[in-house]
């Protein structure tokens, strides 16, 4: 084996020396957790759908989540114990790299301590450092079997107690919640309602439920997995003034921004898993003999390859640098708004197409149950369908177009955000609403710079040529309202803003130029994919149809280049095999 580009996330290898030490040392320990499991085991459980008691004792064991999920105002004197998104990422992609069951345990106790760090409910939050302190995870009840997470409707009743019950609490809820991860043990449950005597939105609540409680009804687990995705009910169930922790909007602007919290953490697990899978599907067809030859000696498999990895490289450098623009928000600079869709909808459905392109070489073997693939393969298209739809998210980035094409602005320069800091503003991020006015810096500097390199410079052209679209052969108010329209308009402009990124993290990480050529390579294929697309859409104008056809690029071909992107890919046979 040579030495690989050391780009892919590889236990054996990670010494995380960008990290203070405390940091360094439970990153090992997790990694060593789930080596010293084995990988029979551990796709066993998986395969068994046992829930993941067993991590949440070393979770415990070694505050883990207490650590990285504290903000230090409530750490209690621990100065270890903080939200530094920098390092959540890493542990993050850590739990993907592992398995999907816990990495959500962990997604969705973000979520659920999204409503109590953003209150200003001191006890709640007492308590909830408490309870991380004491091995416990969260749980956020928002959505509905009948409403999804459709935070305008909740069927949560909230009823002000009368009589006896009003010495105990302020209100009696009751109604059902599902979809809710780690339902079925969480010490403290936000969970969003509305109240019965308030119309409108001030009558909406957000408020803390216990799962031990008796009026607590854990019904089901919606799954057939690992992971606890739980049906519960309230019956009646007593809310006390100090369970309260947001009333009217605030309640649905904790329940957005939570949200914002929590989708960041969406693309690090989808990279965890796509690279866990990349290792097994290259070690794989490097040694597998097909009519007398490796199967990597095929042309199309070799294509595959370098295509996976490029994208795969890509979802990372973008992710990487999302971190840094979401650690330096603040009211004045919330670039994250869009930036973090973006991690959603377009990193996550890289990982399912990356995956998707490893399947297509692997073929049978990625069924087979002693393979972490089959479990890759059967979970990677969950992550682009949590916190939102790609459609959902796509839409929200629309919004983001104008200013960041046409209307630039002046920013200081946000550098590489490695500092072991709480990342205060993730619970102070304000009203939801004026996505529209938010301004960028300029996006076109970074692409003429880098445009020495060929697929760069011709993917320029094409963001060149959406601006021209929009500005020459707009979408008329008709189209506007066409939604299946307007999601391609956001899939194009996604790219750009996606290329952006992945440019200024090639810079600060020094990324191989024939990299960077190779990811641009697939970036042109995948416009001229959606201008194709706009052009047979049924509303799209003879105008809009010449723009499409003309917008079409072919990637510059260098064979030389693919070759040598093709060992980079290479290297990485047999670079990791997890213990058995």
């Keep these: 084996m040579s030495d690989t580009d050391g780009l892919l996330f590889n236990p054996h290898t990670a010494d995380f020396a960008q990290f203070d030490p405390e940091t360094r040392r439970l990153l090992k320990a997790t990694i060593e957790w789930f080596e010293n499991r084995g990988k029979k085991q551990l796709l066993q459980d998986d395969l068994d759908a046992v829930w993941v008691s067993d991590f949440l004792d070393f979770v415990k064991k070694e505050k883990l989540f207490a650590t990285f999920q504290t903000p230090s105002a409530f750490a209690d004197g621990d100065e270890n114990r903080r939200w530094d998104g920098a390092r959540n990422a890493a542990l993050s992609e850590i739990f993907g790299f592992y398995g999907l069951a816990y990495w959500y345990a962990w997604q969705v106790t973000i979520l659920g301590l999204g409503p109590i760090w953003m209150s200003d409910n001191v006890a709640a939050k007492k308590r909830a450092a408490q309870e991380l302190a004491d091995g416990g995870v969260m749980a956020f009840g928002l959505s509905e079997r009948e409403h999804g997470a459709d935070v305008y409707s909740t069927d949560m009743l909230l009823t002000p107690s009368q009589g006896d019950a009003a010495a105990d609490s302020a209100f009696l809820a009751s109604g059902e919640k599902y979809y809710i991860g780690n339902g079925n043990i969480a010490g403290m449950v936000s969970v969003f309602g509305r109240r019965t005597d308030v119309d409108g939105p001030e009558g909406y609540v957000f408020f803390v439920a216990d799962s031990a409680h008796p009026n607590y009804h854990l019904v089901d687990n919606v799954l057939r997995g690992q992971m606890y995705v739980s049906t519960f009910r309230l019956e009646d169930y007593p809310v006390r003034e100090e369970d309260i922790l947001h ?130 393969a059967q979970v990677i298209g969950t992550l682009p369908k949590l916190e939102g739809t790609v459609h959902v998210n796509v839409g929200l980035i629309l919004k983001f177009l104008p200013n960041y094409l046409f209307n630039p602005a002046e920013f200081p320069e946000v550098g590489t955000r490695l500092d072991a800091a709480d990342d205060e503003f993730f619970w102070n991020q304000g009203p939801t609403r004026g996505a529209a006015k938010i301004r960028f810096h300029q996006w076109k500097p970074v692409y003429e710079k880098h445009s020495g390199i060929p697929n760069v410079a011709r993917f320029y052209e094409q963001a060149i040529a959406l601006t021209e679209l929009l500005t020459a052969a707009a979408p008329d108010e008709q189209q506007r309202q066409d939604l299946d329209f ?68 072919k990637p510059h071909v260098d064979g030389e280049r693919f070759d040598r992107v093709w060992q980079h890919v290479k290297a990485y046979d047999g670079a990791y095999e997890m213990r058995p």
């Design 247 to 376: 009333t009217g909007v605030a309640a649905f602007e904790a329940a957005l921004n939570t949200v914002n919290v929590g989708k960041f953490n969406l693309c690090t697990g989808s990279i965890g898993i796509t690279e866990h899978a990349f290792f097994e599907a290259i070690t794989h067809a490097q040694n597998r003999i097909l009519y007398g030859n490796p199967v990597t000696d095929f042309a199309h498999v070799r294509a595959a390859f370098v295509d996976a990895y490029s994208r795969l490289i890509a979802m990372k450098q973008f992710s990487g640098r999302a971190v840094d623009y979401f650690r330096s928000a603040s009211l004045d600079d919330r670039r994250y708004l869009l930036f973090n869709p973006l991690t959603k909808a377009k990193v996550t459905s890289e990982g399912e197409r990356v995956v998707g392109l490893l399947h297509d070489v692997i073929a049978a073997k990625g069924y087979e149950k002693s393979t972490y693939f089959r479990e890759a």
């Design 486 to 553: 307007m999601l391609n308009i956001g899939h194009l402009f996604s790219l750009v803003v996606y290329g952006h990124l992945i440019l200024e993290q090639a810079e600060i990480t020094g990324l191989d130029t024939d990299i960077i050529d190779q990811i641009f390579d697939f970036q042109i294929r995948d416009f001229s994919g959606y201008a194709i697309a706009l052009h047979g859409k049924p509303s799209s104008t003879p105008e809009q149809q010449a723009w499409a056809l003309a917008s079409v690029r």
